[in-house]
């Protein structure tokens, strides 16, 4: 079945600093979403893209969505102690029942 | 603007009792999806419903079963709770179902404890 792998699992970093994260899949997806889920509360979308070599930005954070469709990445700038949180890749099914399948997740920490 | 609310916050219960969690979606929106997250991993699909009929099923045992109501809003039960039953149960909501562009937002989640 379709899965979604991130890496990094984990990173910690200095307050300021940029952040890079990935998503990858052996299969192909038409819509990539980025979710940011903090500690007892549900995800919370950051950002949605629906075109191959897509690039979207909201506010510091910034999004592609790969050419070969079976990637995205996320990018945070300048990094503050809020952005603390795990980081989910997310996309809908192609086939079968219509459902999100979610990557395994980054966690970030950021220390001041 | 009200988002997904979802009750109870937490819940305990023990092996082998049942657990009703609810979910009220964002207004206007007529599916909803429940999702379990174990400690750890990203959340797993498990039902969807759209004008009260279900639209898809993940691979979940026929101990959890949900439905929708009129109003949209929906319950998720879990029967014959095992101690692997502890998790966070999220619900989504979608302006409608199978459509790429309807993003599903989620709720805060029920935290359920198996002893």
């Known amino acids: 079945g379709q899965q979604l792998n991130q890496s990094p699992q984990s990173m910690f970093i200095q307050e300021g600093e940029d952040v890079s994260m990935n998503c990858t899949s052996s299969?192909?997806?038409?819509?990539w979403l980025w979710y940011k889920q903090e500690p007892g509360e549900g995800p919370v979308l950051l950002i949605a893209?629906?075109?191959?070599?897509e690039l979207t930005s909201n506010g510091r954070l910034t999004a592609q969505f790969g050419i070969t469709r079976k990637d995205s990445f996320l990018n945070i700038s300048a990094s503050i102690p809020s952005d603390v949180g795990i980081y989910f890749c997310?996309?809908?099914?192609?086939?079968?029942?219509?459902?999100?399948?979610f990557g395994t997740g980054t966690r970030l920490k950021v220390l001041a | 603007d009200a988002g997904v609310t979802q009750s109870p916050t937490h819940l305990i219960k023990t092996r082998g009792q049942h657990v009703t969690l609810r979910c009220s979606p964002i207004?206007?929106?007529?599916?909803v999806s429940w999702y379990q997250q174990v400690l750890g991993q990203g959340p797993q699909f498990i039902f969807q419903?759209?004008?009260?009929?279900?639209?898809g099923r993940g691979n979940f045992p026929d101990r959890f079963s949900a439905r929708q109501f009129p109003n949209y809003s929906s319950e998720l039960n879990v029967n014959a709770l095992l101690l692997g039953d502890s998790a966070l149960y999220l619900c989504?909501?979608?302006?409608?179902?199978?459509?790429?562009?309807?993003?599903?937002?989620f709720g805060p989640g029920t935290r359920l404890t198996v002893l």
């Open positions: 893209l629906y075109k191959a070599g």
């Open positions: 997310a996309g809908p099914t192609t086939s079968g029942t219509y459902k999100y399948i």
């Open positions: 207004s206007g929106h007529k599916s």
């Open positions: 299969s192909i997806f038409n819509t």
């Open positions: 989504a909501s979608s302006l409608r179902a199978g459509v790429i562009s309807d993003t599903q937002y």
């Open positions: 419903y759209y004008e009260k009929e279900e639209r």
